[in-house]
């Protein structure tokens, strides 16, 4: 049974940054692209990054190109969000989710909150 597990999230002021990490376990991690979502109030949990199996491919939302930087560890079982220049329009719930077939994400965490004040 896959499992993933997000960290990091916090209350920051405008400007900061913030790292989250997704440990997963379950099945062979290195196999499967991994994708971080958010979710505000109100609104729809949309795809702000991707990345490939190997790490060797990212894909970000244009609402956080330039800031946010994803990346994968495959000897740890872990992705990572970096997040720079922190805006409070990034206030959500995060979630990172692993795909099982290309564009379908099966496995969730349970979502870690960013609060970023003005």
């Known amino acids: 049974q896959v499992q993933l597990v997000e960290s990091g999230g916090g209350l920051v002021q405008a400007g900061d940054s913030l790292r989250l990490s997704c440990a997963a376990s379950?099945?062979?991690?290195?196999?499967?692209?991994m994708g971080w979502f958010r979710q505000a109030p109100g609104k729809e949990r949309e795809l702000i990054a991707a990345?490939?199996?190997?790490?060797?491919?990212?894909s970000y939302a244009d609402s956080v190109k330039g800031r946010f930087t994803i990346s994968r560890d495959n000897a740890k079982n872990t992705v990572y969000l970096q997040m720079n220049s922190l805006k409070p329009e990034d206030t959500a719930v995060y979630y990172c989710?692993?795909?099982?077939?290309?564009?379908?994400?099966?496995?969730w965490g349970q979502g870690t909150q960013v609060t970023v004040s003005s």
């Open positions: 379950g099945r062979t991690f290195s196999r499967y692209a």
């Open positions: 989710a692993q795909q099982t077939v290309v564009g379908k994400y099966d496995y």
């Open positions: 990345i490939r199996w190997s790490g060797g491919s990212t």
